[in-house]
């Protein structure tokens, strides 16, 4: 006999919704991607996920009655307990948006609304590469640098929800004003618009990042290095969490992970160099291992625990 | 009629050991500084500590019955649940001591083992100058630069008894080695050693960190930069830990505070300028209020705290 309990994990996109059936267990039933174009309207955005309930159901052949809760991840800050998205840049219209009060009527269930970056970390806490420590940093490295760090088995989000931001620390005091209103942020030296733009000043043309990584792996040295010094500035930043908060895990996931060993490498070194000397032999720095389904494994997760609290 | 519960605080240093008699809102009713030279032979530490709490007893009119539980504050990282002082430079033959156990025979009542910093933040949390906030940072700038981070309203000691150790913030890649086992740590930029070594580059003499404090507040323009200089740095280091930890409020304590606003005004401008939106407008940065009693209030505030739980 099938679990009766099931969790339905949303992981909100600029461009795309990722939405999940997922078992109490963490593993996805059935997955559906759907467009976020049109959420700003609230209407559009009940009924698409609705839509997408229905048929995640009908491809598991399972039951509507049996989803218990709902977790939803998305890219901005959120007070968590008022289910509250507090600012979005990327849909209009949702900043300041009682977004889980919304959906429960829409859904017919308990939602939870968590930062997309606190929804992965869970997920590869829970059941990824950070499993059984209690003290974890996981650090996604994409368009955007987030982080989400667990204290005590817990997602800690801190007074102002902005709890583990490692893509804001500061690298440099002169640095680039950044969009969370800060300067000289590790976001603008190694989100993938500033690697972009690296990449094409060291090759003299433009150049993807999926093809630095190819050359890398291939060993050439410019493409090699280029991932190397990427690695290590953000190891270095890294280590400031490390030697603050003292992760016993870092975890490393997004698309820019996937440039391989030779960034993870470097990384992992410049964490060991910078770390306090007991951390320094015990810190673990693993890939992420649930990729890109660990927001909306990490919202369902959530909602898991949530509702039986 | 006086408060028949008192509280031991013993802030032990390298070579100073202070002792007071606290009352349970924090009050020092009298206080003894004892020399900490001969603490490796744990029998001189237990008869000197023991004569201080007769001595601190009679100044007070108070009987040593009345004491509840002794706080000891200690210049390295602690096992706080053990009682176990895991690492000292200062005094030999401390490594992995159990001083807790030790000092509770010796001295006949609980007795709880803290590291300093963490004392001191738990003091101007609770009586000073962080007080009112469940989030906070503390900071001493002294010989060493340490650190205190409260959360949710408890000392966040973490998994390798090294939370808040801002002193050890990477702020370059390539910096110079440090004690601890890192590399480029704020501390060998803007600890004593380091501010008086770049003293002596900037005025081109041997000269006091307080003489510079002292013309700074004359006006004289290279020792106003001289602190700024410091201040900003130690702040965009900060500014890393308010991005992932977001305490609401810093609080600057230990001697190089000494050189007073131009400093924490600097310090101050460069953790706003590297925070983000929602923090910068609300994060407090302010000067410590406890001073030199802070680590006893705080390690008398531990032990009461743990009494009464």
């Known amino acids: 006999m099938p679990n009766p309990f099931l969790y339905l994990g949303v992981d909100v996109g600029g461009t795309f919704t990722k939405t999940a059936l997922i078992d109490p267990a963490g593993r996805v039933l059935s997955k559906e991607v759907i467009s976020s174009r049109g959420f700003s309207r609230k209407s559009v ?3 698409r996920l609705n839509g997408a309930v229905e048929l995640l ?13 709902a977790g939803v991840g998305v890219p901005g800050p959120v007070d968590f307990g008022r289910g509250l998205v507090l600012s979005l840049t990327n849909i209009r219209g949702w900043t300041r948006f009682a977004l889980a009060r919304f959906l429960s009527k829409r859904l017919g269930m308990p939602v939870f609304v968590e930062n997309d970056a606190n929804c992965m970390a869970l997920a590869e806490n829970r059941r990824g590469a950070a499993r059984g420590f209690a003290h974890a940093l996981c650090v996604t490295l994409g368009t955007g640098v987030g982080g989400g760090l667990i204290l005590g088995g817990k997602i800690y989000r801190g007074p102002f929800f902005l709890g583990g931001e490692v893509g804001h620390i500061p690298v440099c005091d002169t640095g680039p004003a950044c969009s969370c209103g800060g300067k000289g942020c590790l976001e603008r030296f190694v989100g993938n618009a500033a690697l972009a733009a ?7 043309k433009r150049i993807s990042l999926e093809e630095v990584s190819a050359r890398a792996r291939q060993g050439e040295r410019r493409a090699r290095r280029f991932w190397q010094e990427t690695g290590r500035l953000t190891g270095r930043a890294l280590a400031g969490v490390v030697n603050t908060c003292n992760p016993e895990v870092i975890v490393v996931g997004g698309g820019v992970a996937q440039a391989g060993p030779v960034l993870l490498k470097a990384l992992a070194r410049a964490v060991r160099r910078h770390a306090m000397r007991p951390i320094k032999r015990h810190i673990k720095v693993r890939r992420a291992i649930l990729g890109n389904d660990a927001g909306m494994i990490g919202a369902a997760l959530l909602a898991k625990e949530q509702a039986e609290a």
Do not use: N, S, W
Not at 60 to 66: L, T
Not at 198 to 204: D, E, H, L, P, V
């Open 57 to 69: 159901c009908q491809r598991a052949g399972r039951r509507r009655k049996d989803l218990v809760a």
């Open 45 to 47: 955005l009940a009924a």
């Open 198 to 204: 690296r990449a094409r000043r060291i090759f003299k």
